[in-house]
């Protein structure tokens, strides 16, 4: 018999009324978001391995599943950067997190590593440096629309025609939508400096097949913040879950919080 999750599944309404699932772990700190990729979703073992630390430390925690994933609402074709990370910023502020009394740590994992720049960049310019405790980006793939595309399928999305894509990790196609990439279009970050003075940890895998290492050199570049390392692991995949993995990444996450 599988033992319920703890903390249990909740959900809230979005900012456009959709039902966001997500779990909620109160504790001391900083509030740990880990933000998942793309289709993924916080049932993920890096996920739950963050939430499984910050229980046994008696840390706070939130885990969530987009619009159009995991047990959210909505449909994936309607997702957008700018939609989800609405919603994790109402999630965030439902918390009571991302002020200087109570900081949040972001990590990203792939898409999430996008995702995650976006609302620490929002962050930082509304509320100010203080509430942001550091990022993680695990394989971090900020701008993939521009260098993980095809020209054709660019061309394609622009024309306002899906494409799908073999997808490696399950018998389902990946689905790329025009509304996703024309939001995406707008919200590219590695042409510009980015204003995020957080301490920063970059882990990636030198095997990685779907996100090139080569994209957290340039992630380190655009970061205005000084405290800024990279680890890369030469024999790691896109997924960095194995237990080597997650411990580095627990590891990571320990030196942040101090």
């Known amino acids: 018999m599988t033992e319920p999750l703890n903390p249990p599944v909740s959900r809230s309404p979005g900012p ?23 289709m993924s979703d916080m049932k993920g073992s890096k996920a739950t391995a963050v939430m499984e630390w910050a229980k046994a430390g008696g840390r706070s925690c939130l885990l969530l599943d987009y619009s159009g994933c995991g ?6 074709a309607d997702g957008t950067l700018s939609k989800w990370q609405a919603e994790v910023m109402q999630l965030i502020d439902e918390a009571g997190a991302a002020t200087a009394d109570r900081p949040v740590l972001l990590i990203g994992s792939s898409m999430g590593g996008w995702l995650m720049l ?10 100010g440096d203080a509430a942001l405790a550091g990022l993680i980006g695990i394989a971090a793939a900020p701008d993939f629309t521009v260098w993980g595309f095809e020209d054709a399928q660019r061309a394609q999305l622009a024309a306002g025609k899906p494409f799908y894509e073999n997808n490696p990790y399950g018998p389902e196609p990946t689905p790329y ?6 939001d995406a279009e707008a919200r590219l970050v590695l042409e510009e400096t980015l204003p995020i003075h957080a301490p920063v940890r970059l882990l990636h895998g030198q095997n990685d097949a779907d996100v090139p290492w080569e994209t957290a050199l340039r992630l380190a570049h655009s970061l205005e913040s000084e405290n800024v390392r990279m680890c ?27």
């Open 16 to 38: 456009d009324g959709t039902s966001i699932a997500h779990r909620r772990l109160d504790g001391e700190g900083p509030l740990i978001v880990f933000l998942p990729g793309y």
């Open 71 to 76: 047990a959210s609402a909505g449909r994936f």
């Open 118 to 127: 976006l609302i620490a960049r929002e962050i930082a310019e509304t509320r």
């Open 177 to 182: 939508h025009p509304g996703f990439f024309a």
């Open 232 to 258: 890369l692991v030469k024999d790691g995949d896109h997924r960095l879950s194995r237990d080597q993995d997650i411990a580095m990444l627990l590891t990571a996450l320990a030196e942040l919080l101090g």
